[in-house]
């Protein structure tokens, strides 16, 4: 099956959009996440980590949760709680799957499946902070809903790519990787200035051309 979805003109070449249907998770290795994902469900692998299925979350310091009751046992320790900031995760799944940390409100359809959460620790470290303000925390919070929307997109399969053509056909780009409505507006934004850059090579390369021509015409009279 192709997985060209649709493809834009621009400047005399064209932009070819296409499924990315080898996307990389955005929870790979972690490496931009803030929040560690917890999650039961008995289709989807949703946790951050999967050495016991889906009934585990290991990574480092990070406790281990077999079972839900383990992580509510865990957050009702105030002394836990007071250094935790923590998200209800909910899942709809309906033909479509898609994450959210606010409730979908269909009782056939959807329901909490796990929990996002990080440390105030975690969260001085990504942003460079001593203490940890309401402000703060409000941005913590952003970058957690955000987490959650992108990780639902992918589960949804909203993963994309773009191919570059001039216009022969001939490839001049093509990236990969790219997730959900905001990554579509940046993929698009990508593929232009692929462009872009390409054009202004070929003016470039034409202006070089056009001058050795002069030089070589004119170059030999005194």
Partial sequence: MSSLIETTEYRGCSIEKHYDQDAESPREGMRWCLGRIVAWHRRYHLSDDKKNGDFAVQRGDWPTFREPNDFKEYVADEAIAARLLVLPVFMFDHGSVALSTGSFND????????????????????????????????????????????????????????????????????????????????????????????????????????????????????
């Fill in 107 to 222: 009782r056939w359809d959807s329901g909490q499946v796990g929990w996002i959460y990080t440390t105030h620790d975690a969260i001085k470290t990504a942003y460079d902070v001593t203490e940890v303000t309401p402000e703060i925390i409000e941005k913590a919070r952003e970058a957690l809903v955000g987490e959650i929307e992108t990780y639902g997109a992918y589960v949804n399969g909203e993963t994309y790519g773009f191919i570059a053509k001039d216009e022969s056909g001939k490839e001049i780009d093509s990236r990969w990787g790219y997730i959900g409505d905001d990554g579509d507006d940046y993929m698009m934004s990508e593929a232009r200035s692929c462009i872009d850059h390409h054009l202004e090579k070929l003016v470039a390369a034409a202006a070089e051309n056009e001058r050795a021509q002069d030089d070589g015409e004119y170059g030999g009279h005194a």
